[in-house]
């Protein structure tokens, strides 16, 4: 078989590519890519030079219109014009502008003082890479147009009438030979523009879907201290706080930069950071973002030290401070370096430490002034070590791997249900060996599992996790639901999706049943989540009057199950000192039917997750402080207590 021979390379295989023929060969050297974000990064460099033009003073409005084919779209500014003069190459300043690679006003600090668009390429490669593009300029009195096809003019500039006022049009349509049949998704241009809008406090936006026949205007006077509250809102987030906002100019190598940043700590548990370079989105952080990221840490580290605030033995990380923690930095700066063209990520290195230095100071500052947002945010962190110490410790010592049909490894002292599915499985943690007797034998096999605990458990908010993990009540618990706890935690392992609480209805029972939520809520915080994990409500007294009963839950419902009887009626009252003195039949009536019972759904509203975590530290950490001035403040009502 003879050997191919192989193509010649030689001086004629050697292809001298120019201008927008290399922009239109390798289309992704500029924008990215031809999918759809590279078909929308056209749009951001027109947009992006409007921007500019605002951002330096000279445009108050920006309009953008997608037009009704879904493919073009129309952006326009009331900045001064793009200069229509004859250039130094003897032909349009427009045409130039928008025809040859590194033509541009950016380069030097003259004609901007800072700037999105820095290359010299945005509207050029624009320009190439559609199959249309119409510029209109007004100027000086007059009114200019141009029209270009793939890159290349279709006429020479002419004026086509007199104008007032000043500005910039650029109509264009992405070449469907490189994109294809791709279009303009409305929602990501409008969610862009409003983003704008955030960053460039006071600009004008308005945009208009020809195509849905919709017009919207953007424009935020609080610029990204709204933004803080915007992306709160669309994460679904609860902040803890109103944002801490803070602006500053300041002189760096080569010129000044001004900046601002805006955060607020919320409910969640990861951090959420923006950041914005010159107005333009950098998606891959940067310098800038490093700076925050920093200053926060420092900032919050030196407030908790100096006020003496971490519990003893506790390592805070720079995570469990910036956990849960939304924060939007902008810069303006006059050279800002961007990695690549899409400009996604600012690696100017000189404007990391002023940054960082000027943020931590006003945050610490901040922090001394509000004390009581200050409280919120550090019990906040400490919240986010110990849920972290809590995991780290979990995976080390357990592993459990039961799944709904594995019967290995359960506690001995669970009288399991048979059924195997655990939407109808239900289990009960009872008060007591003598309650769950009367529990085993009053339940429904076939979906109601009981597990009786002995006493009062331990205060999981006062033990360390290996005194929690070693204690033999809590260790059952986590291995007769099958899931782990923490990070090891998996919901579709859980053996019973009703997880219920069913203690004596007196003080003691209260008390038992505070220490398995507070354990619950510490360790096993899915479970409320989830929507699993309820308290039952057995009667504290019946009420007999000839053939019939009443059962009432407490003193309250004894009384108003009284006031309804006739004048004459000659009750029989009851006080259960347990639900060991109920019997089988009596339970199951009155708290194991799930026909009949009262079951209350541990939550946790939204909005109240800080106010939870502070409640559970005072009332059931280990400084009394807390506890004795609630005492204190309550003891008008002591003759309510159940003693």
């Known amino acids: 078989?003879?050997?191919?021979?192989?193509?010649?390379?030689?001086?004629?295989?050697?292809?001298?590519?120019?201008?927008?023929?290399?922009?239109?060969?390798?289309?992704?050297?500029?924008?990215?890519?031809?999918?759809?974000?590279?078909?929308?990064?056209?749009?951001?460099?027109?947009?992006?030079?409007?921007?500019?033009?605002?951002?330096?003073?000279?445009?108050?409005?920006?309009?953008?219109?997608?037009?009704?084919?879904?493919?073009?779209?129309?952006?326009?500014?009331?900045?001064?014009?793009?200069?229509?003069?004859?250039?130094?190459?003897?032909?349009?300043?427009?045409?130039?502008?928008?025809?040859?690679?590194g033509a541009g006003g950016k380069f030097d600090n003259t004609s901007y003082k800072a700037s999105g668009g820095l290359h010299g390429v945005g509207s050029s490669v624009v320009n190439a890479l559609s199959e249309e593009l119409i510029a209109t300029v007004k100027r000086d009195g007059g009114e200019w147009r141009q029209a270009y096809r793939r890159g290349k003019p279709r006429a020479e500039v002419e004026r086509i009438g007199d104008a007032r006022g000043s500005g910039t049009s650029i109509r264009f349509r992405p070449d469907g030979e490189i994109f294809g049949g791709l279009g303009f998704d409305p929602e990501t241009v409008r969610e862009r523009l409003e983003v704008s809008a955030y960053v460039h406090r006071g600009l004008r936006i308005l945009f208009k879907d020809e195509g849905r026949g919709a017009s919207e205007e953007f424009k935020a006077e609080g610029g990204i201290r709204d933004y803080v509250g915007a992306l709160c809102k669309k994460n679904a987030r609860a902040p803890m706080m109103q944002p801490f906002w803070f602006e500053k100019e300041t002189p760096v190598e080569g010129g000044t930069i001004k900046f601002e940043v805006a955060l607020a700590w919320t409910d969640a548990n990861r951090e959420l950071f923006a950041s914005f370079a010159n107005g333009i989105p950098t998606g891959g952080g940067g310098t800038h973002e490093a700076g925050t990221r920093d200053a926060v840490t420092k900032a919050l580290r030196t407030y908790i030290d100096t006020h003496e605030l971490c519990p003893r033995g506790l390592v805070l990380t720079a995570d469990d401070i910036r956990e849960g923690l939304v924060a939007v930095t902008s810069v303006f700066l006059p050279e800002p370096q961007f990695q690549g063209q899409t400009k996604d990520k600012l690696n100017n290195p000189e404007i990391k430490s002023?940054?960082?230095?000027?943020?931590?100071?006003?945050?610490?500052q901040f922090l001394n002034t509000n004390r009581t947002i200050a409280d919120v945010v550090v019990t906040r962190v400490i919240q986010a070590a110990r849920a972290r110490l809590a995991s780290r410790t979990a995976e080390d010592q357990v592993r459990r791997k039961s799944v709904v049909n594995n019967r290995l490894n359960l506690p001995g002292k669970l009288s399991d249900c048979s059924s195997s599915d655990p939407t109808k499985g239900e289990l009960f943690i009872v008060e007591g060996d003598s309650a769950g007797g009367s529990a085993k034998q009053g339940r429904d096999r076939e979906t109601q599992a009981i597990l009786p605990l002995r006493g009062k458990v331990l205060n999981a908010e006062q033990a360390t996790l290996s005194k929690v993990l070693e204690n033999q009540e809590l260790s059952n618990i986590v291995s007769a639901l099958g899931t782990g706890i923490s990070k090891d935690f998996d919901g579709s392992r859980l053996r019973y999706h009703k997880v219920i609480l069913l203690m004596d209805a007196d003080s003691d029972g209260h008390h038992i049943t505070t220490l398995l939520l507070t354990f619950f809520y510490r360790y096993?915080?899915?479970?409320?989540?989830?929507?699993?994990?309820?308290?039952?409500?057995?009667?504290?007294?019946?009420?007999?009057?000839?053939?019939?009963?009443?059962?009432?839950?407490?003193?309250?419902?004894?009384?108003?199950?009284?006031?309804?009887?006739?004048?004459?009626?000659?009750?029989?009252?009851?006080?259960?000192?347990?639900?060991?003195?109920?019997?089988?039949?009596?339970?199951?009536?009155?708290?194991?039917?799930?026909?009949?019972?009262?079951?209350?759904?541990?939550?946790?509203?939204?909005?109240?997750?800080?106010?939870?975590?502070?409640?559970?530290?005072?009332?059931?950490?280990?400084?009394?402080?807390?506890?004795?001035?609630e005492i204190m403040e309550h003891s008008d009502e002591v003759e309510d207590v159940d003693v």
């Open 354 to 364: 002023p940054i960082e230095g000027a943020i931590r100071t006003a945050l610490e």
């Open 524 to 629: 096993l915080p899915q479970l409320i989540d989830g929507g699993w994990l309820y308290i039952a409500q057995p009667p504290l007294f019946r009420i007999d009057v000839g053939q019939q009963t009443w059962w009432a839950r407490d003193e309250a419902d004894r009384d108003r199950i009284l006031k309804r009887l006739p004048p004459r009626a000659q009750p029989e009252i009851t006080r259960f000192k347990g639900l060991g003195e109920m019997s089988a039949k009596m339970l199951f009536d009155t708290t194991l039917d799930p026909k009949r019972r009262r079951l209350l759904q541990v939550t946790i509203p939204d909005g109240q997750r800080v106010a939870t975590e502070q409640t559970i530290v005072d009332l059931m950490g280990k400084d009394a402080a807390p506890r004795f001035r």
């Open 1 to 101: 078989m003879a050997t191919p021979t192989p193509p010649a390379y030689d001086d004629k295989s050697i292809k001298l590519l120019q201008g927008i023929d290399h922009v239109r060969k390798r289309p992704a050297m500029y924008i990215g890519g031809t999918d759809g974000a590279g078909y929308h990064h056209l749009l951001w460099e027109i947009v992006d030079n409007s921007v500019d033009e605002a951002m330096n003073g000279h445009a108050t409005t920006v309009q953008v219109v997608l037009h009704a084919d879904g493919r073009s779209a129309t952006v326009t500014d009331n900045g001064r014009g793009i200069p229509v003069g004859k250039h130094a190459t003897g032909r349009s300043t427009l045409e130039v502008v928008l025809t040859e690679l």
